[in-house]
């Protein structure tokens, strides 16, 4: 094929992937993006000097940290559905990225990147259609946390805490990684992320003074606090507490914890015992598969692991989808069988029924222990 037919055919498809992009917004998330609309209204506030958390917003209140409501002021200058769709498109474009760098990262290129990234994408598909469809800000902070990774194996470590520092304003799920940090020694992404996260944390004192800063921030804490525990246990919830918490009966409470503490005390030591092996082998890239295992953690620990957090193991499909070739026919089949059950789940192949029990029973923990069980395994054959 010629230049001139390739410039024609990337054209045709361009214009063919922007008509089902915008057939997609138009049936199925203008309708929706319910979450966006929350950081909007916040951010008309802010720009106007007026509170940001208010027990009258319902289950919609804002709940990032004050400064996050800066990022979002530029589009809360613009009409509501304007905003919509530049949302809508920072979405995709971040989705591409998050490719684009988790496949960049992967230190040996076994397979094509349409395999990784394709089966990758179609085995998080039902998470990432539920998170662009409320206007969710998980792409940003997964796509800064790749960054963050990228960062990090380059040995630009400031950057990487500057990046690190700047998802915790939205969601504080980057904190799995303060103690990877310390056990690596690496303690300039630490001390460049605590610098952005306080000059972060005084840039509100623009619109609100200081004193009103302060006052913001007890209010974010406050809220933060009264509003989280009601939510715990609820039917989304696919946290490993929930999981514990909806599988004891009479769903007590204390068996819950301390299988949450246990289950806890073993992942961490699996980590350890993975980040020790990667030291005896010299495995070079070896952080890539440590940061995909963390970013797994993400909903697992989060105290509202809603269903669709499990995007964050996008870099885990990858890092395994990557390493296929060199895995046995047993763990291939563990492995495709996961990946199907976590892709497959769908109200359309389960039924009403069956799938509301897999849902609120978060049972889809069930398949996200199995990944990082292979993980380990991956691990344990000293790939890279």
Not at 277 to 287: F, N
Not at 338 to 348: F, K, Q, S
Request: with cysteine.
């Amino acid at each position: 094929m010629g230049p001139v037919k390739r410039t024609v055919a990337a054209a045709a498809l361009g214009i063919v992937v922007l008509a089902a992009l915008g057939a997609i917004y138009t049936g199925y998330i203008r309708g929706d993006m319910s979450d966006f609309g929350v950081p909007y209204r916040n951010a008309e506030r802010i720009l106007r000097g007026e509170t940001l958390y208010r027990t009258s917003d319902g289950h919609l209140q804002y709940k990032y940290a004050p400064v996050s409501a800066l990022f979002y002021a530029p589009l809360a200058l613009l009409p509501l559905e304007t905003a919509k769709i530049i949302w809508y498109g920072l979405e995709i474009i971040l989705l591409a990225g998050v490719c684009a760098v988790g496949w960049r990262i992967l230190p040996r290129k076994r397979k094509s990147p349409w395999f990784v990234i394709g089966l990758g994408i179609l085995a998080s598909l039902k998470f990432l259609g539920r998170e662009i469809e409320l206007g969710q800000v998980n792409l940003l902070i997964i796509f800064l946390l790749v960054l963050m990774v990228a960062a990090y194996l380059a040995k630009r470590d400031a950057w990487a805490g500057c990046l690190w520092a700047l998802s915790i304003f939205f969601k504080p799920y980057a904190l799995v990684f303060l103690p990877y940090f310390v056990l690596k020694k690496r303690w300039k992404p630490l001390l460049s992320g605590l610098a952005v996260l306080v000059g972060g944390g005084f840039l509100p004192s623009i619109f609100y003074g200081f004193r009103g800063n302060l006052v913001v921030h007890r209010e974010w804490i406050s809220r933060l606090s009264d509003s989280t525990p009601g939510l715990m246990a609820v039917g989304d919830n696919a946290s490993l507490y929930a999981f514990f918490w909806k599988l004891f009966p009479g769903h007590s409470e204390a068996a819950a914890k301390i299988a949450w503490v246990a289950a806890g005390c073993v992942i961490a030591a699996l980590f350890l015992w993975m980040m020790r092996a990667a030291k005896s082998a010299d495995l070079r890239g070896a952080e890539v598969l440590e940061a995909s295992f963390l970013l797994v953690l993400i909903p697992f620990f989060s105290p509202l692991g809603w269903y669709y957090n499990y995007l964050y193991a996008l870099p885990a499909f990858f890092v395994l989808l990557n390493a296929w070739p060199l895995l046995s026919g047993s763990w291939k089949g563990i492995l495709a069988a996961d990946l199907v059950l976590i892709g497959g789940t769908l109200r359309e192949i389960l039924g009403k029924s069956l799938f509301r029990f897999y849902t609120h029973q978060s049972l889809v923990v069930i398949n996200f222990i199995i990944l990082l069980v292979v993980l380990a395994h991956v691990r344990a054959r000293k790939i890279d």
